[in-house]
């Protein structure tokens, strides 16, 4: 079955770095595109970033451009989030998706189970 596991969250300082990795499942990762995802406390859930399927795409919110990098790595069915610059905004909690559909989208079905991202000094 279609599963999606986050790894990589952490504590870190601002100005600091990290990269999330979204390994999956059950698909063939280079055919759909994969979004991530964040939610912080006491808001909504916000697109981050999100790859194509069909060429390899990529698109980034205004809040995280020229800072974070989608990209992904068929070979070992990860998609990885390399994030610099962090700012205490950035706190939440990190989530990748799939709808199984080759041009990224705004409703996903296939979520994994998020990973925790900490920026405070």
């Known amino acids: 079955q279609v599963q999606l596991v986050e790894s990589g969250g952490g504590l870190v300082q601002p100005g600091g770095s990290l990269r999330l990795s979204c390994a999956t499942s059950?698909?063939?990762?280079?055919?759909?595109?994969i979004g991530w995802f964040r939610q912080a406390p006491g808001k909504e859930r916000e697109g981050v970033s999100c790859i194509s399927g069909s060429d390899g795409s990529t698109y980034s919110a205004d809040s995280v451009k020229g800072r974070f990098t989608i990209s992904r790595d068929n070979a070992k069915n990860t998609v990885y989030l390399q994030m610099n610059s962090l700012k205490p905004e950035d706190t939440a909690v990190y989530y990748c998706?799939?709808?199984?559909?080759?041009?990224?989208?705004?409703?996903?079905?296939?979520w994994g189970q998020g990973t925790q991202v900490t920026v405070s000094s």
């Open positions: 059950g698909f063939t990762l280079d055919y759909y595109a």
């Open positions: 998706a799939t709808d199984l559909q080759r041009l990224c989208t705004y409703d996903y079905s296939y």
